[in-house]
T-cell receptor, first 112, second 120 residues
C-alpha cells in the first residue's frame, strides 16, 4: 500500500539556520503531496501542497518540490524562526481520494 | 479560517467504561469528517470516514463495534470508545472536510487539536 517516510526527529536548529526535512513516498499512480504543521496544543494545519510532478508548493517561507523521479517532497526553509517550532507531517492522497496517508512527523525546535 | 474543535482535550477513564469524544466544525458545514488515531512517535492512522446521515466507513482492522461513530449533524461527529481497555489509550484526532473552499482549497481537511485518552 501507499506509504510516506520522513526523517526521524527531533531536529534542533538555531534561529536563521537552513531547514530541510526529508520526505519520500511509495505510491501507485500520481498522488498529491502535502506538508502539514502542528503547533503545540493545536490541530494540524495544511502548510503547502503539490498535485503533480515538478510542482512547487510554498507558504510562509517554506517550499517543497514534487520530484517524481526520486519520489520525494522535501521541505525546506532558508531561515527558520523560533515561531517555526512545531511538528511537521508529510502526507499523500491518491487521485480523488480524500484519504490522507501520513508520515510519522518530525519535531522541529528552533532556539533563539 | 475554518476551525474544528474537539472535546474533551484529555480524558482518563477506568477499564471497561465507555468514552465519547466530540468533533465540531465551528464555522462551516462538514458533510464528511475523519477520525484518526496516533500512537507515540507514529503517524496518524485513519480509523474511519464519517458521513453525515449515513453509516461510517471503517478502515481495515478497525473494530466498528468498539469504535462507534455518529455523524448526526453537519457540524458534529462523535467517536465513542466502548468498553475501553488500556490498549485503547492513544491520541485521537478528527478532521472535517470543507467542500466550500472557503479556506482556500476545495475539500481541504481541517483538523481538530486532538483528544488524549488514557485508560487505567
Amino acid at each position: 500500500g501507499d506509504s510516506v517516510t520522513q526523517m526521524e526527529g527531533p531536529v534542533t536548529l538555531s534561529e536563521e539556520a537552513f531547514l530541510t526535512i526529508n520526505c519520500t513516498y511509495t505510491a501507485t499512480g500520481y498522488p498529491s503531496l502535502f506538508w502539514y504543521v502542528q503547533y503545540p496544543g493545536e490541530g494540524l494545519q495544511l502548510l503547502l501542497k503539490a498535485t503533480k510532478a515538478d510542482d512547487k508548493g510554498s507558504n510562509k517561507g517554506f517550499e517543497a518540490t514534487y520530484r517524481k523521479e526520486t519520489t520525494s517532497f522535501h521541505l525546506e526553509k532558508g531561515s527558520v524562526q523560533v515561531s517555526d517550532s512545531a511538528v511537521y507531517f508529510c502526507a499523500l492522497s491518491q487521485g480523488g481520494s480524500e484519504k490522507l496517508v501520513f508520515g510519522k512527523g518530525t519535531k522541529l525546535t528552533v532556539n533563539p | 479560517g475554518a476551525v474544528v474543535s474537539q472535546h474533551p482535550s484529555r480524558v482518563i477513564c477506568k477499564s471497561g467504561t465507555s468514552v465519547k469524544i466530540e468533533c465540531r466544525s465551528l464555522d462551516f458545514q462538514a458533510t464528511t469528517m475523519f477520525w484518526y488515531r496516533q500512537f507515540p512517535k507514529q503517524s496518524l492512522m485513519l480509523m474511519a470516514t464519517s458521513n453525515e446521515g449515513s453509516k461510517a466507513t471503517y478502515e481495515q482492522g478497525v473494530e466498528k463495534d468498539k469504535f462507534l461513530i455518529n455523524h448526526a449533524s453537519l457540524t458534529l461527529s462523535t467517536l465513542t470508545v466502548t468498553s475501553a481497555h488500556p490498549e485503547d489509550s492513544s491520541f485521537y484526532i478528527c478532521s472535517a472536510r470543507d467542500p466550500s473552499g472557503a479556506g482556500g482549497l476545495v475539500n481541504e481537511q481541517f483538523f481538530g487539536p486532538g483528544t488524549r485518552l488514557t485508560v487505567l
